[in-house]
Nanobody, 125 residues
């Protein structure tokens, strides 16, 4: 399983960016289930924090600092999760990481936790 993020970059305060994260699952694992998908971020000198999460039934949850500005969504056919970020602020500057909980046979009852490599988002004032 590989998670590959894209869409980061440099943007001015008030601008928008959309991050994408595609889960690549080997054809050997023909039966799988991607349960929850999440976006985390880690700013300079800060701990990694959960930004947004989306369940398999499209239920969503957001941290208070991004609620109303960020929107998480997923395309189950493409095993992809998105993070639409609007009204960006300098404090949103961070490396953004995609995370997913995925069930694979034969260890169906022990879902795996997978991470992407991260994508840099820089918001200038």
């Amino acid at each position: 399983v590989q998670l590959v993020e894209s869409g980061g970059g440099l943007v001015r305060a008030g601008g928008s960016l959309t991050l994408s994260c595609a889960a690549s699952i080997s054809s050997i694992n023909s039966i799988y289930n991607i349960a929850e998908m999440r976006w985390y971020r880690q700013g300079p000198g800060k701990q990694r924090e959960l930004v947004a999460a989306i369940g398999s039934g499209d239920t969503t949850d957001y941290s208070g600092s991004v609620k109303g500005r960020f929107t998480i969504s997923r395309d189950n056919k493409k095993n992809t999760v998105f993070l639409q970020m609007n009204d960006l602020k300098p404090e949103d500057t961070a490396v953004y990481y995609c995370n997913a909980t995925i069930r694979l046979l034969p260890n169906w009852d022990t879902p795996g936790d997978y991470w992407g490599q991260g994508t840099q988002v820089t918001v200038s004032s």
